[in-house]
């Protein structure tokens, strides 16, 4: 099974700073890979596909980039609604697996 | 809107049985892949199913493999987990989600809010 490993666990920041999220898989997954935001008590919600294609209604503040084992998600400026967890997913192949979440706290 | 809900979460007790259900609106049900991801309390997101659009495909994580069934009614809109020999790693929030139209691509663009498993005595 391909491990997906977030870094860091937690991260704390403030309203209007870049934050950067890495994803790291155990093999290449090309550049399929996903990231969701999750808000306590909600379902995930899709904001990335494909490692760097930014899904319809999703600020333009958040990228992606990456390929083959080392993934971004960047939030370059931190907005309110942001505070959540964050999670990384690839789909190259079964079983799909997740990373283990990075929570963005406020500082 | 499009959207999807689950339901028939609830207690059961170690070695039980419990069928989840997923009612799907907005789109036609028909035409998606489907998927179960549960979520234990405080954790992260584990996939554990995969059932295609005329419900003959199905795929599973290991840890599942064998005690669930996902399956589909298209008539109903409907999707299922049927979870037997229920043990306490299985107690999570169950969420049901569907699968992009992109080929070949499996990540999930629709999720419901969830429904809530607990297994204890």
């Known amino acids: 099974d391909i491990r997906l490993t977030q870094s860091p666990s937690t991260l704390s920041a403030s309203v209007g700073d870049r934050v950067t999220i890495t994803c790291r898989a155990s093999?290449?997954?090309?550049?399929?890979l996903a990231w969701y935001q999750q808000k306590p008590g909600k379902a995930p919600k899709l904001l990335i596909s494909k490692a760097s294609n930014l899904e319809t209604g999703v600020p333009s503040t958040f990228s992606g980039s990456g390929s083959g084992t080392d993934f971004t998600l960047t939030i370059s400026s931190l907005q309110p609604d942001d505070f959540a967890t964050y999670y990384c997913q690839h789909y190259n192949g079964f079983p799909l697996t997740f990373g283990g979440g990075t929570k963005v706290e406020i500082k | 809107e499009v959207q999807v809900v689950e339901s028939g979460g609830g207690l059961v007790q170690p070695g039980g049985s419990l069928r989840l259900s997923c009612a799907a609106s907005?789109?036609?049900?028909?035409?998606?892949?489907m998927h179960w991801v549960r979520q234990a309390p405080g954790k992260g997101l584990v996939w554990i199913a995969r059932i295609n659009s005329d419900g003959k495909v199905a795929t599973y994580v290991d840890d599942v493999r064998g005690r669930f069934t996902i399956s589909r009614d298209n008539a109903k809109n409907t999707l299922y987990l049927q979870m037997n020999s229920l043990t306490a790693d299985d107690a999570a929030v169950y969420y049901c989600?569907?699968?992009?139209?992109?080929?070949?691509?499996?990540?999930?663009?629709?999720w419901g809010k969830g429904t809530t498993v607990t297994v204890s005595s």
């Open positions: 093999q290449s997954v090309s550049t399929w």
């Open positions: 907005g789109f036609s049900f028909s035409k998606y892949w």
């Open positions: 989600a569907r699968e992009t139209t992109m080929a070949a691509s499996y990540y999930m663009d629709v």
